[in-house]
């Protein structure tokens, strides 16, 4: 078994020679892989195939490309005449992706590759290393309170199973998987339960009862932890009760989530209700996690790209204790690692992982918010401080893959890129904003709204209708409940709105100077309107640990549901609003 320091060693050596191991990458995934269906087509007739032929023969390829053969895969079709359709190796289940966008996840084939296991096993094991590093395990201190929802498990017609990638590792009964959940504060009954808001109440009702020994705070993504404690801040009173009594509320109705938790709580503890209650009593939220939790040490999630908006509140939330970032891993493959998980989501670099997958860089113009052609680079080929889309090969069935994420090549470490992540790619050219644009624009709209109104955004969305003529840009905003009484300042969230206009990027500047772009319309929407968004995104596929508020929205539905929600609406081109 490989010590920490021999993990670490593995991956500084992997970039020391970069262009070499991703070579190597791609031939042993050709080696394996070229007699696919997929590939056939393309690869048919070539002898020796380096990776400018594989680059010359096979196209850029997006999901829809994949999708029949996924669809039969799912359905138990796995390939006539013994060709399998997109990797020789055995099919084991199925991950979501988010989906969030479009409200309909995507089906990520998982098959059991030893070269791909070994890769992710060592990016893993890799940043489990790192966060040792800086945080050597405590014997007395050990317990995490990790916000993960191991729900939404269905099956294919074929008898696979269909799950989030963060549930694939709690999965069976082995005992490295016992041993992981031992360092959990909620039982496993709690991850695996069938109800998200429920599970989210037993995690926090769990890890205060286990508040003498929790060492860090993890949510996959930051809006899991805003999210978490959000509903905390509403719900703290109810916990209080339910330790005091030492149970769950009658809303818990899962028996065996219900009878798991009553074991944790270990009778009732009216000395820790107690003390909890002084505490939220004050109703000071800053630096709770200390509050209640003395001893933990680090707090951890993903906080770059749409995660960046979440920030200031989790750093609210958690005073003194540090926030560490994530690392780059997709439902597809391992892409990046973060060296150094202290750094703010503004400065957090991804080291390219070589053996992870065969990478490639489209070159993306941000000024028009739209790739440069299709000629991709690899490693040698990127320079610093440009602009590329992530191109994928994988050990699992994706082929010149377009991964949807653009990143910024900041620098080198050794001969590996470092990148940011900024932004999702845009669909098409026909996006009048950039998701990184609206961010922006909304950043600088937060700050007037909380200046001028006293005004805390929650959340927010936008759409460009582009059936209206001229289209037309939407945004939808969420505002904390009780901020102000909006219809009667109409007048200044026009004000604001104005400047928010102002605020967005080239491309809607000059459609909107041409008139080919009618005047911003923003939507006040109820409270707690993303997160019966999130509800719906649920009941159609979207695992609770992985979904993402949508920052651009492409589905009518959504659409229609939020201006169901609208409170009030500001059109820049009406006088009454």
């Known amino acids: 078994m490989m010590t920490d320091e021999d993990i670490l060693k593995k991956l500084e050596d992997s970039t020391k020679n970069a262009t070499r191991h991703q070579l190597e990458t791609l031939q042993s995934i050709l080696e394996r892989?070229?007699?696919?269906?997929?590939?056939?087509?393309?690869?048919?007739?070539?002898?020796?195939?380096?990776?400018?032929?594989y680059k010359r023969a096979v196209p850029l390829s997006c999901y829809d490309d994949y999708a029949d053969h996924i669809n039969q895969l799912a359905g138990g079709d796995h390939g006539q005449n013994d060709q399998p359709l997109?990797?020789?190796?055995?099919?084991?289940?199925?991950?979501?992706?988010?989906?969030?966008?479009?409200?309909?996840?995507?089906?990520?084939?998982?098959?059991?590759?030893?070269?791909?296991?070994?890769?992710s096993q060592i990016a893993h094991q890799g940043s489990g290393a790192i966060l040792r590093r800086l945080f050597p395990p405590k014997h007395d201190v050990n317990k995490i309170l990790f916000f993960?929802?191991?729900?939404?498990?269905?099956?294919?017609?074929?008898?696979?199973?269909?799950?989030?990638?963060?549930?694939?590792?709690?999965?069976?009964?082995?005992?490295?998987?016992?041993?992981r959940l031992s360092r959990h504060s909620s039982p496993r009954e709690v991850i695996v339960g069938s109800n998200f808001q429920?599970?989210?109440?037993?995690?926090?009702?769990?890890?205060l009862r286990n508040y003498e020994f929790i060492d860090g705070i993890i949510s996959p993504y930051a809006i899991g932890l805003v999210r978490a404690f959000s509903f905390f801040e509403s719900k703290?009173?109810?916990?209080?009760?339910?330790?005091?009594?030492?149970?769950?509320?009658?809303?818990?109705?899962?028996?065996?989530?219900?009878?798991?938790?009553?074991?944790?709580?270990?009778?009732?503890?009216?000395?820790?209700?107690?003390?909890?209650?002084?505490?939220?009593?004050?109703s000071n939220w800053s630096g709770i996690f200390s509050k209640l939790w003395p001893n933990v040490r680090y707090i951890k999630c993903i906080t770059t790209g749409s995660m960046r908006q979440y920030c200031s509140k989790i750093k609210n939330y958690a005073g003194e204790v540090p926030v560490l970032g994530g690392d780059y891993f997709a439902s597809e493959c391992c892409v990046g690692i973060n060296l150094d998980i202290t750094q703010p989501p503004q400065t957090t670099r991804f080291v390219m992982l070589p053996t992870a997958a065969y990478f490639e860089f489209l070159p993306f113009d941000m000024e028009k918010n739209e790739a440069v052609g299709e000629e991709t680079v690899d490693f040698s080929g990127v320079e610093i401080g440009k602009m590329y889309e992530v191109v994928v090969t994988t050990y699992r069935?994706?082929?010149?893959?377009?991964l949807g994420d653009i990143v910024k090549v900041v620098d080198f470490y050794n001969s590996s890129p470092q990148v940011e992540f900024v932004m999702r790619a845009p669909k098409g050219s026909f996006e009048i904003i950039s998701e990184r644009d609206l961010m922006s624009a909304m950043e600088s709209f937060q700050m007037m709204l909380r200046n001028v109104m006293a005004v805390e955004i929650v959340e927010f969305a936008g759409?460009?209708?582009?059936?209206?003529?001229?289209?037309?840009?939407?945004?939808?905003?969420?505002?904390?409940?009780?901020?102000?009484?909006?219809?009667?300042?109409?007048?200044?969230?026009?004000?604001?709105?104005?400047?928010?206009?102002?605020a967005f990027g080239s491309i809607y500047k000059v459609q909107r100077d041409r008139g080919e772009i009618s005047p911003l319309s923003v939507s006040i929407v109820k409270p707690g309107t993303f997160d019966r968004l999130l509800q719906v995104a649920i009941e159609k596929g979207v695992p609770a640990s992985q979904y993402k508020p949508p920052k651009i929205v492409r589905n009518r539905e959504i659409v229609e549901f939020m201006e169901g929600c609208s409170l009030v609406t500001v059109r820049l081109d009406s006088l009454d609003g």
Request: proline residues 5%; contains cysteine.
């Open 86 to 119: 997109l990797s020789v190796d055995p099919l084991v289940c199925f991950f979501y992706s988010s989906g969030t966008s479009l409200m309909k996840p995507k089906l990520i084939p998982y098959f059991d590759s030893a070269l791909s296991k070994a890769a």
């Open 148 to 179: 993960i929802y191991s729900n939404n498990i269905t099956t294919t017609k074929a008898g696979f199973k269909v799950m989030a990638a963060s549930a694939f590792p709690l999965q069976g009964s082995s005992n490295k998987n016992l041993s």
């Open 397 to 402: 069935g994706f082929y010149r893959y377009r």
């Open 236 to 282: 703290w009173e109810q916990l209080c009760d339910d330790l005091e009594n030492g149970c769950p509320c009658l809303d818990i109705t899962e028996v065996a989530m219900r009878d798991s938790v009553i074991e944790v709580l270990g009778g009732p503890q009216p000395d820790l209700s107690k003390r909890i209650r002084s505490i939220c009593g004050e």
């Open 463 to 502: 759409y460009t209708n582009l059936e209206s003529s001229p289209k037309k840009l939407m945004i939808f905003v969420e505002i904390r409940e009780g901020c102000t009484k909006l219809r009667d300042s109409v007048a200044i969230l026009r004000r604001c709105c104005s400047s928010l206009e102002d």
């Open 33 to 53: 892989q070229s007699g696919v269906r997929y590939l056939q087509p393309y690869l048919s007739g070539c002898c020796a195939i380096d990776a400018a032929t």
């Open 198 to 207: 429920h599970q989210m109440y037993c995690h926090l009702l769990c890890g």
